[in-house]
């Protein structure tokens, strides 16, 4: 099994940097350098800080015990009794120490940091976790952000749901939404039939390529098979590191309410050093008149939480100033503030007269922003509509109808209601039930992503619904839908964007519309070996208990079977101690394979389906996995022209095996073994491959063919010769065979086999050249080792300081011509701003010399130039002022 969720950014890829391209190479990278016996994989992507991060849970049956990450042993298996991960025997022989250190983390799950936790090829691997207890191991990478785009296969247009997504312009999110999409592991056969593949050999590159050609082709298809988790400890977690103050202060008020008002939701506990930062800026933002009106809704959404010291004169200014800029408000975002800190302040203050006398106006007026579809304005003076303008729109009417005085016309809380229906018809749908609303706007400031803007709708037609008396006209599946979105965005990787999603799921945790109940379960991979359980649970968005209901199995039938469904309307039993509604063993006729299965919640309260949300059903694939029989597996030399048998080895594919063949290009060599399902069906493998690799490490992949039960392969050497490059030598040979429901898939080295192939014709394909390991090329390179030679032998010390006194004798007879010319200070200017310019005139002079001598020592020629510039334009300046003043004073003389 693979899973995967391929996530688009709302900008096109064509304005991207080749980002399709990005995406396979750093995939390509990851895929290539983490090898392990898995047999499961789950993909989870997600953001963090602008980049996208994929979490690949990959699950393992024992097979090898260890696991290759970023070309280091990461041992799986064995426990020691302080939780570290014991080596085993094999690794110990060639590591001194585990190359990956792994600690416990809980009760069964162990996490590491790998060797390579660093930026390489265009991606980085963060973290591994492993569990044991349920066969997975986890690793997180995180790559740029990237876009996937596909071709069609077999050159038919492709009617996947990326498809419709791509040609409607719909992000996957922009907050990256993480949910879960039904990957089938790489079948090569298949995409080698449909290519329309005749021979059986393809080289190791057009395999890689195939490979993930595959992988991108399957990922874009999008079941209804997603599941969706509640509220975990990863969300506190998290929390805790996006919220942490900057040096010690929060940015900004705002910032202040989100931290908080996540920590309330999530339960973290109270912090009294954040209580200690944000109240200051709370009774600042309320005592000072130059707060802007955002600053004081904030600040009093925070004081509702901290119960700052405040005196009653403070609520009564603020509610004076919060009156007047309604009064004066021009725009939707003026309203918002005014309007919703009067609300904060009701609750707060109830001595404080926050009415509104003129509240049907003020709905009016907000009311002309509207738009025929539902959307709204920001201000009269913008023509664009916005999605997420709506919910803070129905979020400041609703508080407008809680401070009206008298009430509003009921006629107009009726066109509300329907401008609530009106957009909900444009809700966006993801094949998975997930719904979601997104900005139309291409160029504006006012621009949300999905996340952000899906927040705000729920914001505004739940406040809406809690201060009108009837019900909203919104589908209790839709409300189902919205949570689905909000929890499988995964963790955001931004604090804006976290608390968003906090913050929606609280309100739709109870709620006057609907309360969303999630149904996840914990593991969907049973293994017919361990005769695991199938467990389900079902829980509000928060993590919160259900009410008493039953789970019940509609049918299970395999997947592209039209068998009949091995479970079929099955009551699940419901284990009070666990919260689990559980399936006691899986029926005797189930076999290895992937099911489709149909669950539905029955509520047993009949009036509690006015009040949750459990969808019609929800599609779950489960794979069930199993040891599959390998028997009958041998290898034969056969003669090219008789096809009689020349060499004939058995093998043992469960344990080890070292043959040695022989053969030259007038033979053949046939592989074949029998795979069969616990229940003694034939069994095909997504992946069944032979492999040769020649000495110089040009490696060739071979399709094995199927026909039922049986396996088999035959390699004609003579019409290879050209596809294995007329290269001689020894071939390692490699077996494998995989499957996401195959317990005991395998990578078996068999041997080695010695080819004699003729010479190669002039005009013969030559090998590709060998990729150049970049751990060889950016690795430590060989200590350099240098004698320098013995210095030059100097002369006497009385030698060399006789030469320096002969250098300064030169400057000793310039002072003694200058005595007997009789030079003097005489024409040095007397008064004040001719002596200073010729004083700078002379620093001048001594500047450029001290320039000269610097040059000599220290500086460049061009660092030298540069500075020389400067000091000539400065020369320049001076030396005309103190020149000038020498002219006119001589010109005096000569006149008096």
């Known amino acids: 099994m693979k899973k995967f969720a391929a996530h688009e950014r709302s900008k096109s890829p064509h304005e991207m940097n080749s980002p399709a391209q990005r995406s396979k190479n750093a995939y390509r990278a990851v895929w290539q350098k983490t090898t392990a016996p ?37 041992p799986l298996s064995g426990k020691s009794a302080d939780g570290d991960v014991d080596v085993p025997s094999t690794a110990k ?17 162990l996490r590491s940091t790998p060797p390579c936790a660093k930026e390489s090829e265009g991606f980085l691997i963060r973290t591994v976790t492993a569990d044991p207890g349920r066969n997975i191991m986890k690793f997180e990478v995180r790559f740029p952000s990237v876009s996937f785009e596909h071709r069609p296969a077999c050159g038919r247009r492709s009617s996947s749901a990326f498809d419709s997504r791509r040609s409607q312009k ?20 298949r995409f080698a039939d449909c290519a329309g593949q005749t021979a059986p050999l393809m080289s190791a590159k057009m395999i890689r390529t195939l490979a993930f050609m595959v992988l991108l082709l399957r990922m874009v298809f999008v079941s209804e098979a997603s599941i969706f988790f509640p509220i975990s400890d990863s969300h506190r977690s998290t929390a805790l590191e996006l919220f942490t103050p900057v040096d010690g202060s929060f940015r900004s008020i705002e910032e202040a309410y989100e931290a908080l008002r996540t920590f309330q939701i999530l339960g973290i506990g109270e912090n009294h050093d954040m209580i200690t930062l944000a109240c200051p800026l709370v009774v600042d933002s309320l005592s000072s008149s130059s707060a802007s ?3 004081v809704f904030y600040a009093c959404k925070c004081n509702r939480i901290l119960q700052c010291k405040l005196n009653g004169e403070t609520f009564k200014d603020v509610t004076s100033r919060l009156q007047a800029a309604i009064s004066d408000a021009k725009s939707l975002l003026d309203f918002y503030y005014s309007v919703g800190g009067l609300v904060h302040i009701k609750d707060q203050a109830n001595d404080v007269d926050v009415k509104l006398d003129n509240a049907d106006g003020i709905f009016r007026s907000i009311k002309s922003l509207s738009q025929s579809d539902g959307r709204w304005r920001y201000n ?252 009958g597996a041998e290898i034969l030399i056969l003669d090219n022209d008789l096809g009689s048998v020349e060499l004939e080895k058995k093998l043992d594919l469960a344990g080890e095996n070292s043959i040695y063949l022989s053969a030259n290009h007038l033979q053949k060599m046939r592989l074949s073994f029998q795979l069969a399902t616990p229940l003694g069906n034939a069994f095909n493998p997504h992946q069944a491959l032979l492999k040769l690799r020649h000495e110089n490490n040009v490696e060739h992949v071979f399709v094995v063919g199927s026909s039922g039960k049986k396996f088999q392969i035959i390699l004609d050497f003579l019409g290879l010769v050209d596809k294995l490059f007329y290269l001689s030598g020894r071939y390692d040979i490699q077996l494998t065979v995989g499957d996401a429901v ?33 751990y060889l090329r950016y690795g430590p390179k060989a200590e350099i080792t240098h004698i320098f030679r013995a210095p030059e032998k100097r002369p006497p010390e009385v030698l060399s300081l006789g030469f320096l006194g002969l250098t300064i004798l030169p400057f000793v007879g ?83």
């Open 742 to 774: 195959m317990e005991n898939s395998f990578l078996k080295s068999l041997g080695h086999i010695d080819l004699e192939l003729p010479a190669a014709p002039e005009k013969a394909t030559r090998p590709p050249p060998q990729p150049v390991d970049p």
């Open 93 to 109: 022989g060639q590591l001194a120490r585990p190359a990956v250190q792994v600690h416990r983390d809980g009760d069964r799950t």
């Open 380 to 631: 009269s003076n913008n023509p664009e509509s916005s999605t997420s303008a709506a919910g803070i729109a129905f979020e400041t009417i609703a508080g407008v109808l809680s401070l009206a005085s008298p009430d509003i016309d009921q006629s107009l809380i009726g066109t509300l209601q329907n401008d609530i229906v009106k957009l909900f018809d444009s809700v966006e749908k993801y094949d998975d039930g997930a719904l979601y609303f997104d900005e139309k706007l291409v160029d504006s400031h006012e621009h949300q992503g999905p996340l952000s803007t899906t927040s705000s709708v729920v914001r505004g037609v739940v406040a809406f619904a809690d201060v009108i008396s009837g019900n909203v006209n919104v589908p209790r599946d839709k409300i189902l839908g919205l949570a689905k979105f909000l929890l499988g965005v995964g963790i955001p990787g931004n604090a804006h964007d976290f608390y968003a999603q906090i913050d929606s799921l609280a309100l739709l945790e109870s709620n006057k519309v609907a309360i969303p109940l999630i149904l996840s379960l914990p593991a969907t991979v049973l293994s017919l070996t361990r005769k695991d359980q199938l467990k389900v649970r079902v829980n509000t968005v928060l993590g919160s208990s259900a009410p008493p209901l039953t789970v019940k199995i509609l049918q299970a039938t395999g997947s592209g079977s039209k068998d009949a469904p091995v479970v079929e309307n099955e009551e699940l039993k419901f284990d009070a101690e666990s919260g689990y509604h559980v399936l006691d063993a899986l029926p005797k006729s189930a076999d290895v394979g992937i099911y489709n299965f149909d669950f539905k919640i029955d509520l047993h309260d009949p009036d509690h389906s006015d009040i949750y949300a459990t969808g019609d059903r929800t599609q779950v694939p489960i794979y069930v996995t199993g040891v599959i029989e390998v028997d």
């Open 293 to 295: 009106v955002k600053d």
């Open 814 to 896: 310039f002072l003694i011509g200058l005595l007997c010319l009789g030079v003097n200070m005489k024409n040095f200017p007397g008064s004040a701003v001719p002596a200073t310019f010729a004083m700078l005139f002379h620093f001048g002079i001594a500047a450029v010399l001290i320039l000269y001598v610097l040059f000599w020592v220290k500086l460049n020629l061009f660092t030298t130039l540069k500075i020389l510039g400067f000091l000539g334009v400065f020369l320049l300046f001076v030396g005309h002022r103190i020149l000038s003043h020498l002219a006119s004073t001589s010109a005096k003389l000569k006149s008096a």
């Open 170 to 189: 719909k992000p996957l999110s922009s907050s990256l939404r993480s949910t879960y999409h039904s990957l089938a592991p790489l079948s090569l056969r």
């Open 38 to 74: 898995c047999n499961a994989f789950n993909a989870i992507a997600g953001s963090r800080d602008g980049t996208k991060r994929l979490a690949i849970e990959c699950g393992w049956h024992g097979i090898n015990d260890s696991a290759t990450l970023c070309g280091q042993p990461m």
